[in-house]
């Protein structure tokens, strides 16, 4: 059973950063994608940054040019590194990885941002 175990979160002042991290229980290239969703409170799970297991790297509008995203091979762990932090990126953060069509999730940090 893939596991995908999270880290990072929490509280931050507009302007702030924080680094958030997902470690999966196998080899990162088993998936076609892994990557980072937020759902914020009445809206749906929308989509972050995911990067392909050939690399190739997808942000949403919103995040562009204030999130990266990254992985480490070796340890089997993607991060999302989030500067510039605004009053509206508050959300659950999900870590998500897919092998076809079969999504995993993580258990999903809370981001606040409020000063």
């Known amino acids: 059973q893939v596991q995908l175990v999270e880290s990072g979160g929490g509280l931050v002042q507009p302007g702030g950063s924080l680094r958030l991290s997902c470690k999966a229980s196998e080899t990162i290239f088993n998936f076609n994608t892994m990557g980072w969703y937020r759902q914020a409170p009445g809206k749906e799970r929308e989509l972050v940054a995911t990067?392909?297991?050939?690399?190739?790297?997808q942000y949403s509008d919103d995040v562009k040019g204030r999130f990266i995203i990254s992985r480490h091979n070796v340890v089997n762990t993607v991060y999302l590194q989030m500067i510039s932090l605004k009053p509206e990126d508050p959300a659950v953060y999900y870590c998500g990885a897919n092998i076809l069509t079969r999504y995993y999730w993580g258990q999903g940090p809370q981001v606040a941002v409020s000063s």
């Open positions: 990067l392909n297991v050939g690399g190739k790297i």
